[in-house]
């Protein structure tokens, strides 16, 4: 092989590993950004963050949490990823998906309290109640959210004895921006209870609550037609107030 030959063969050999580590790059690139790529249930609000911890300990999010302090960038909190909007993501943040933090921590029977993680599902907190003959008080006519999401939006039931979630919630224990976790309820930081409960994560992280249930009580289903110009007094007459009316729905004829 004379020289020139050898030249091309060198400058062709360098092209090769050039594009190949190209293509290999642009791969990694590709599946790392599909993997921090996230989304909520409408499908309309794809972001892609820089980092997902996903931890079930605490130590675990509090690092992540010193992390992002240390790093400069900003975190956003996710459960079941429902409240739609884009509002619950950051791009390039560091995202805290908090649904393996859902351990069930204790019952207590006699006074109807659950304590629990913020991650768990009001449908995994009913497979647990359920043999105790115990019931949530107020949550979403669906169980598949997460309390640390329902507790951040502030949901609200079908039960016309109860207004929104923050009336059956005893207390809750929130991971600050600085790493630290401090006890929050209505004599204890009340200013924070009424803020956090509603928040939308803006003033820490819900890690646990302490949440009253009721009694499992089997209803009697009852319909009633209605204009929707009689309901309101209806409702006054009938439905506020009465300890024998547990859950209400309305729907609309055309």
Known sequence: ???????????????????????????????????????????????IVREIIKDDSVEGLIKGIIKANDEGIKVSISGKRHS???HAFYKDSLLLDMTSFNKIIHLDEKEKVLRVESGATWGEIQDYINSYNLSIEVMQASNI???????SSNVHGNDPNYGPIITTVKSFRLLLANGTVISVDQSNNPELFGLVIGGFGLFGVILDADLKLTDNILYEKRTVGL??????????????NNSDIGLYDTKLSI
Request: proline share 3%; no cysteine; hydrophobic share 40%.
């Open 145 to 151: 959210f997460t309390v640390g999401g329902s507790l």
């Open 1 to 47: 092989m004379n020289k020139r030959n050898k030249v091309f063969f060198l400058v062709f050999f360098m092209i090769l590993i050039y594009f190949s580590l190209f293509i290999v790059s642009i791969h990694k690139n590709n599946d790392k950004s599909e993997k921090l790529l996230i989304n909520d249930i409408s499908r309309l609000n794809p972001t």
């Open 227 to 240: 204009t929707y110009s009689d309901f309101p007094y209806y409702f006054k007459k009938y439905m506020e």
């Open 84 to 86: 739609q909007g884009g």
